[in-house]
């Protein structure tokens, strides 16, 4: 078994790029919703955009947007949505780093919480209006499905991204290219 990508993504027949990003970022996030994990799936979902913003911009400067914001910026369109990514950015710190929902820029109230749903918000249950957004889980899963097909979309436009692609996509890690020897007894 190999674990380098490109033998599996990159064939006679052309590179299957939609298939690479479904099988590393996509089924994971994909397959704990399925399970009703949704804050685990919101979580890999959110690593998964960092993982592509960094493929797309490398690592970020001091002072200068991150990776995540900027490839939300330039491929999803969050405003059906009614987030912004940098409401997404804080919500991915407060997730990933304290398992809660606020992160320090929403403590500060500089940013406002964000708290997802699956599903229809009955009208008889009361929402929180104090610096705090709703956002549809489901409809942001969608939307970053399409900020993905641009983004892959933009490789056609701009075939030299390709090199930097396959420079940081060498150093993202995931279940499908993880090596993996049966134990034996």
Known sequence: MTVDWMDKYI???????PDLVNDDFFQPFRLLYQAGHYVSSIKLMLVAIDSIGYIEFGESSRGEDTPFVKWLNKYADLTSIEVTPRELWEHRNSL?????????QVQKGN?????????SIPLEVELLEENTKYYDYRALIHEVGQ?????????????????HFIQRYDLIVSDSRMLHIPLTS
Do not use: Q
Not at 96 to 104: A, G, Q, Y
Not at 111 to 119: D, E, H, M, S, T
């Open 147 to 163: 900020a993905c097909n641009k983004w892959i979309l933009s490789y056609s436009d701009d075939p030299s991204k390709f090199e």
């Open 96 to 104: 990933l780093h304290m398992s809660n929902l606020d992160s320090r």
């Open 111 to 119: 940013i406002k919480r964000l708290i997802p749903y699956v599903g």
């Open 11 to 17: 064939t006679d027949e052309g590179f299957r790029f």
